[in-house]
């Protein structure tokens, strides 16, 4: 098994914002539950919002203002919650991040939210950490998360073990992995390996592959030697329509696998993928998760009423953000913004179903899982409405 995993690692190649700063570590706090500042929720309370704006890139500046409209509808759908929403540009740099942070707690704001990216978000956390100040980051980078920094991306380890779950409960408990040579990859098998160890499945083994043509080509034969050495009855993937999945969804049916012999799993939107990809023979009853989605509609809906554009797709960060604090003052508590406070086992609802953040900064979303049939996107187990659930 060891001749499948000697591939090198070649850094960080990030694909779309999720993949950007993987390799930045966190503040390292220590976790104490009464971490935060006291406060008088009887009173306005100010909360930070932390937006990539002033960086000079359009598309950023868009991202910003629709993470912005996505705070104040949260606040507003709350209706009798008291809060001074104060705005911080960051430029998406850590400099910025950094100065920004200060400077809102030296106005007096008691949580932030935001900002966009690991390193902003990293020096951001560290910057008020001595202030007492919490920071909900809308990174999906884990490795980030702890002590006063907790993150609202959606995570490998959060899809993976949602996903590996149902395989496994199919009958699908001999798993591979097929994911790329960097450290977004890593992360990756990371996260099959223990969803695989929480589910009650065996981890047999992972092949990994480059963002090139020969690269990805050559981890076909790899991966079928896996397979049959193994005899993995399922094979995670990391691959999505930007990247390699056009390829795979080609390559590795007329190699002999398909989700037909080994069920295909995927950790990222492969509802986004062309419908070449999505009607091919062999991705027909492939597994991958999405979020409820009634409830991302409903936010969607919402959000365009109020607004009259569509929400960004990261714009549901800043509604859970802003959704979580203000459930949190609505108790009248001193307490409210405490790590106990915001780690509460109940969760929240958010604009794309009900989450909850873990004691280790990251967190927990309720997802639904889909396959392929006759190149449809079809839902095979919806998402749970709360935390209450068994196996949840």
């Given at each position: 098994?060891?001749?499948?995993?000697?591939?090198?690692?070649?850094?960080?190649?990030?694909?779309?914002?999720?993949?950007?700063g993987?390799?930045?570590?966190?503040?390292?706090?220590?976790?104490t539950?009464?971490?935060?500042?006291?406060?008088?929720?009887?009173?306005?309370?100010?909360?930070?919002?932390?937006?990539?704006?002033?960086?000079?890139?359009?598309?950023?500046?868009?991202?910003a203002?629709?993470?912005?409209?996505?705070?104040?509808?949260?606040?507003?759908?709350?209706?009798?919650?008291?809060?001074?929403?104060?705005?911080?540009?960051t430029?998406?740099?850590?400099?910025?991040?950094?100065?920004?942070?200060?400077?809102?707690?030296s106005?007096?704001?008691?949580?932030?939210?935001?900002?966009?990216?690991?390193?902003?978000?990293?020096?951001?956390?560290?910057?008020?950490?001595?202030?007492?100040?919490?920071?909900l980051?809308?990174?999906?980078?884990?490795?980030?998360?702890?002590?006063?920094?907790?993150?609202?991306?959606?995570?490998?380890?959060?899809?993976?073990?949602?996903?590996?779950?149902?395989?496994?409960?199919?009958?699908?408990?001999?798993?591979?992995?097929?994911?790329?040579?960097?450290?977004?990859?890593?992360?990756?098998?990371?996260?099959?390996e223990?969803?695989?160890?929480?589910?009650?499945?065996?981890?047999?083994?992972?092949?990994?592959?480059?963002?090139?043509?020969?690269?990805?080509?050559?981890?076909?034969?790899?991966t079928?030697?896996?397979?049959?050495?193994?005899?993995?009855?399922?094979?995670?993937?990391?691959?999505?329509?930007?990247?390699?999945?056009?390829?795979?969804?080609?390559?590795?049916?007329?190699?002999g696998?398909?989700?037909?012999?080994?069920?295909?799993?995927?950790?990222?939107?492969?509802d986004?993928t062309?419908?070449?990809?999505?009607?091919?023979?062999g991705?027909?009853?492939?597994?991958?998760?999405?979020?409820?989605?009634?409830?991302t509609?409903?936010?969607?809906?919402?959000?365009?009423?109020?607004?009259?554009?569509?929400?960004?797709?990261?714009?549901g960060?800043?509604?859970?953000?802003?959704r979580?604090?203000?459930?949190?003052l609505?108790?009248?508590?001193?307490d409210?913004?405490?790590r106990?406070?915001?780690?509460?086992?109940?969760?929240?609802?958010?604009?794309?179903?009900?989450?909850?953040?873990?004691?280790?900064?990251?967190?927990?979303?309720a997802?639904?899982?889909?396959?392929?049939?006759?190149g449809?996107?079809?839902?095979?187990?919806?998402?749970?409405?709360?935390?209450?659930?068994?196996?949840?």
């Amino acid at each position: 098994m060891a001749a499948l995993q000697h591939f090198k690692n070649f850094g960080l190649k990030a694909i779309s914002i999720f993949g950007i700063g993987l390799l930045i570590t966190g503040c390292n706090q220590t976790n104490t539950t009464s971490q935060g500042p006291k406060i008088d929720a009887s009173k306005e309370v100010m909360v930070g919002l932390m937006v990539p704006s002033g960086s000079s890139n359009n598309q950023t500046e868009l991202l910003a203002n629709s993470l912005i409209n996505a705070a104040k509808l949260a606040i507003t759908e709350m209706g009798n919650v008291k809060i001074d929403m104060r705005i911080y540009p960051t430029g998406g740099n850590a400099d910025q991040a950094a100065a920004a942070a200060q400077r809102a707690a030296s106005e007096g704001v008691k949580i932030l939210i935001g900002p966009l990216f690991a390193k902003a978000t990293n020096a951001a956390g560290t910057a008020v950490a001595g202030d007492n100040i919490n920071l909900l980051s809308f990174s999906n980078n884990p490795d980030i998360a702890g002590g006063n920094i907790f993150i609202l991306g959606d995570t490998f380890a959060n899809t993976a073990n949602r996903v590996v779950g149902y395989a496994a409960a199919q009958g699908k408990k001999s798993v591979a992995a097929l994911v790329r040579a960097d450290a977004a990859g890593n992360v990756a098998a990371n996260a099959v390996e223990a969803a695989t160890k929480t589910n009650g499945a065996a981890y047999v083994g992972v092949a990994k592959y480059e963002l090139s043509n020969e690269s990805t080509v050559a981890a076909i034969s790899v991966t079928k030697g896996l397979i049959q050495q193994t005899g993995a009855t399922a094979l995670v993937m990391d691959a999505d329509a930007a990247g390699a999945l056009p390829v795979f969804a080609q390559l590795l049916p007329e190699a002999g696998i398909s989700s037909a012999n080994t069920q295909f799993i995927g950790l990222t939107r492969w509802d986004k993928t062309p419908e070449r990809v999505r009607a091919s023979p062999g991705m027909q009853g492939a597994l991958f998760a999405l979020n409820d989605t009634s409830a991302t509609a409903s936010f969607q809906k919402r959000y365009f009423e109020a607004y009259g554009t569509k929400p960004h797709f990261l714009a549901g960060k800043a509604y859970d953000g802003m959704r979580a604090v203000s459930t949190l003052l609505q108790t009248g508590s001193q307490d409210a913004l405490t790590r106990n406070a915001l780690t509460r086992s109940a969760g929240f609802s958010g604009a794309n179903g009900v989450f909850r953040f873990l004691a280790d900064g990251t967190n927990q979303r309720a997802l639904a899982v889909a396959t392929f049939r006759e190149g449809q996107v079809i839902v095979v187990d919806p998402a749970p409405r709360s935390f209450g659930r068994v196996g949840f």
